[in-house]
């Protein structure tokens, strides 16, 4: 028997059978779930996981012999977070898959409202098309589908192409604003020259008149050749932050936001032997080894902590507010990708320097 202020007492059974009789009418009481609902800190279900390259190329290769990128629309094996199994996830808010293009190959033209980023791992000389202007992508260069832009990929090199996908998709559908169109040819016109996009809006200038048309940055391929060498200038010119090293953000030159609206992306250089001081934010974290070699060390809830050693092309998650630390053995670049940009926007974003 339990007795409140007013001295009215309930027992559970009574409180049981009062739930039963509200469930018909669609209703539930909070006090059983509001702890669940309202927790203290946050609890990522993700887990901490690499996917090492090289063991998983095999199988991204074996499945261009299955069928053809035509037939697949797109021929991606899905990164699926280990303890997100089925849900299409590589952290809890992203989705991340390895994307194989042959030679000869067209991936047909289609939009969507998710937005997408490609990151570059394996081959060169493939391209993407977005919105009538065709870009070449080599090693590491970010490359932006911004949402409900015509895309179509296509390789004509000699060789395979491997990339990283990352979409919004769970965020787009937490909202129910999906859309999709299929273009009715594979690819769509182009009407621009490879590099326009990049001339235009990324040399530190825009044109006179130029108003935003999306959210999304202008710039659609930030080759990796550029973000390298402002990297290196930093660790030229001084001192690595103890949290980060050498961090950027990749931005929207109109906005000075994050490149893309939902997805937040960085490549930072850390110097050999130098460690990060333990860091942990609400945004669950991605990382792609682009050069170099090291180990990330994540502490879980319950005090152990798990070590991920990676070397280039490596694929490896950290989920939200686990605080973790890069030891990298060699002069290495990390790319990063996260939700951070979206928890920006919705005001929920913290982090924690130790
Ligand atoms: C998509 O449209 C692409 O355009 C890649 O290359 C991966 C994963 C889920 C849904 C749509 C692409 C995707 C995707």
Redesign the pocket.
Known sequence: MEMNSAGIVRNAEERKAFYSKIDGAHLAPLWEVLKGLVPAEPRPAAMPHLWDYDAIRPHIIESGALLTAKEAE?R?LVLENPALRGQ?LITDVL?G?L?LILPGEV?PA?R?S?S?LRFIMDGDGAYTAVNGEKTTMHYADFVI?PAWTW?D?GNDSANPMVWL?V?D?SIVAHFHGQFREDWEEERFPVSRPDGDALARYGAGLLPIDYKPQSATSPIFNYPYERTREALFSMHRAGDPDPHFGHKLKYINPASGDWAMPTIATTMQWLPAGFATRPYQSTDGLGFVCVEGAGETRVTLPDGQVKIMTWKPRDVFVVPGWLPHTHHPASDTVLFGFSDRSAQEKLGIFREKRH
Request: cysteine-free; aromatic content about 6%.
């Open positions: 797109r991606v299409s989705y898959g994307q991936a289609h969507h998710q997408a589908t895309h990929h996908d979409l998709l």
